[in-house]
């Protein structure tokens, strides 16, 4: 990759990690759209660049981890399940993030699904706590978005909702349970895949990625908390739903969307 096709995949991620559309999804997307080959170093950088988005969670909620030892306890608890899909089923999940098909399916599905979440469960109990058992559903609920197109984020948010968490400390929960479960991916990836990533110019490209990364991930992150908390989910739904249909009308007429 080229510093040019670098810095806009790291806006992408940026962007859309912790809205509920699939950062994973989306970064595909513009792989191919930019052109970019599916080598073994942009497959590992499509997992590490999101440590940069990482760093912009604990930026803004820096006094919160400051916490008590149940707090991480609580944050562990949720993050489980998804380490261990995560071991058992990793080559599988690698396969499926070069299906554009399987994202615009996603997209597609999971929009539909977003139009009715704030019908569904925006049913908050005004003294409504994570609690351990609530943090292991949502780490339920986080397995899911394991399938590219998903959304991490929409899947822990609806997961924290369906405990009567409202949309803002759902959020927020969903941003704390980010830190261990992408660093987990991030760390593997870069264990895995050490040569590659740091072998000549990749590991500026690394850098710049995590960098930029970060920087967008700090605004998004405001910007969505704020728009969540006033309007919901159902714009988020509509995007989704017409980027995956785009996607789905041009693989049906034969454009070869596949990163090879």
Known sequence: MNLFETII??????????????STGHMIIAQHLLGVESSDFVKAFLVNIQFGAIL??????????????????????????????????GDYIDALLESVFVVAMMLLLG?????????????PSADAQVTCSKAFKIGLFQCIAMVPGVSRSMATIVGGMAQK?????????????????????SAYKLLKDYEVLFEGHNVSTL??????????????????IHFL??????LFGYYRIVVGA??????AMGVDLQVG
């Open 246 to 251: 785009i996607l789905l009308v041009l693989l």
């Open 165 to 185: 968490l409202t949309r803002k400390d759902a959020a927020e929960f969903s941003f704390f349970l980010a830190v261990p479960t992408m660093f987990a991916a």
């Open 56 to 89: 912009s969670v604990l930026a803004l909620y820096f006094k919160r981890f400051f916490q008590t030892v149940h707090f991480y306890y609580k944050l562990f608890v949720a993050f489980l399940p998804a380490a261990v899909i995560g071991f058992l089923l």
């Open 229 to 234: 908390t006033k309007y919901g989910f159902k």
């Open 9 to 22: 995949i790291a806006i992408v991620e940026g962007l859309t990690e912790f809205l509920p559309v699939s």
């Open 207 to 224: 850098v710049v990625g995590n960098v930029v990364a970060f920087v967008v991930a700090l605004l998004a992150i405001r910007f969505f």
């Open 111 to 123: 929009g539909i699904l977003m139009l009715f979440v704030d019908k569904w469960f925006n049913k």
